[in-house]
């Protein structure tokens, strides 16, 4: 009797995708964790000697955002400076149905850094 081999299932191939923006960038990516998550997030960047966080959103995430930042401006370090906000809109396609979500970039900097 000849023993059939199994074909092996084939593995997904892996794709590099180019992330936008992140290059070498504090970058705190807000999800749906509490808030003082990615306020600990942010000055664990500034700790460690960084000039600058940019925290980025979209959706339902742009609120906790930026309450991340406020808190983090008025309660944590006093010499913020929001140096910058971006937003915009993705088109994202699911079940083959088209939706823009919003999108938010806030760059908070340490007073005195550019």
């Known amino acids: 009797m000849a023993q059939k081999k199994q074909a092996e299932p084939e593995k997904p191939e892996k794709k590099k995708v180019a ?9 705190v990516l807000i999800g749906r964790k509490p808030v003082m998550n ?31 930042v406020e808190l983090l401006r008025h309660s944590f370090v006093k010499d913020l400076q929001v140096k910058k906000i971006d937003i915009g809109t993705e088109e994202l396609v699911r079940e083959g ?17 550019k």
């Open 97 to 113: 149905r088209k939706s823009n979500v919003s999108t938010m970039e806030i760059t908070a900097a340490k007073a005195g850094s």
């Open 38 to 68: 990615y306020v600990i997030a942010c000055i664990t960047f500034f700790n460690a000697g960084e000039k600058q966080v940019v925290v980025k959103a979209r959706g339902r995430a742009i609120s906790r955002a930026v309450d991340t």
């Open 19 to 27: 992330k936008e923006g992140t290059k070498g960038e504090n970058v």
